[in-house]
């Protein structure tokens, strides 16, 4: 969904609040805090979509317990950083983000972090089967140089150096799960596997790095020689390699710096974006998993 139909559908507050009260509330109205029914509708002036429970006399609103709760910047606002974080391939900084909804650096930061947060709730969910492709990538430090000179040696790259580690797997054809990791070595790669990858009926496919023969026993595994060949039949890595592409390019080209401290969202935001690759209104499935 883009931003002129986000904008024409939801053009006030009142608005918003409906359509959140339509998903969260289509089987009826109840209390987040105790999940009673008793509830009603309160009328306060300047306050939209109050309502009040008779359980346990509390009051709420559509957006208590989730992403929204007790935010002071307008649903529209909201919707507006949301329909334009999902669409943005390679993501969006906060400054830019701040300029498109005319709003301070911070506030849209505060938002953006928010939202990720969100992604990253959504991965947790997520069990990989079938033929699965595993790997590492390392996100850091200085740009490789262009222009090779005598005195002037490229920036290194992957295994050790100061970068920040992610392993990831993919299953063909379907979702990407990846996280931060202190290391690779083979008993994290072999926790990481245990967690989200459902071993019945499922091959994983690698590289040659020995930190992936821990795996073995757990899983079927074949490992392809790089050095060799990079594609043997099925037997490859290539759809994990452009799913770290996307990632890359959003480090690259947008943030170009992401701390030990926040990195874990921004890989959470980049796999969100690549699991809902083939939506049709990523938009929306957005809004409705808030309330899952």
Known sequence: MNLVTVMTLFPT???????????????????????????????????????????????????????????????????????????????????????????????????????????????QEITLQGIIEADETYIGGKPRKPNKRADDKPAARGRGTKKTAIIGAVQRGGNLIAQVSPDVTGQSILRFIKKHVDPSDSMLFTDEYASYKAVSGTIPHIAINHREQYSHGLVNINTIEGAWSLLKRAWIGTHHHYTERWMPLFVAEAVWKYNKRKSGNAFAEFIQGVFV
């Not at 301070?104 to 990253?120: H, P």
């Open 13 to 123: 507050a009142e608005a918003c609040f409906a359509h959140l009260e339509h998903l969260r509330f289509r089987d009826g109205a109840y209390c987040p805090k105790c999940r009673s029914s008793q509830v009603a509708r309160k009328k306060e002036r300047g306050r939209v979509g109050r309502w009040n429970c008779h359980a346990c006399k509390s009051s709420f609103n559509v957006l208590s317990g989730t992403m929204f709760q007790r935010t002071k910047i307008p649903l529209q606002k909201w919707f507006l950083a949301i329909a334009i974080m999902v669409n943005a391939k390679k993501s969006v900084s906060s400054c830019q983000l701040a300029r498109d909804l005319e709003m301070n650096q911070s506030s849209a930061w505060y938002m953006q972090q928010r939202i990720r947060s969100e992604m990253a709730r959504r991965q």
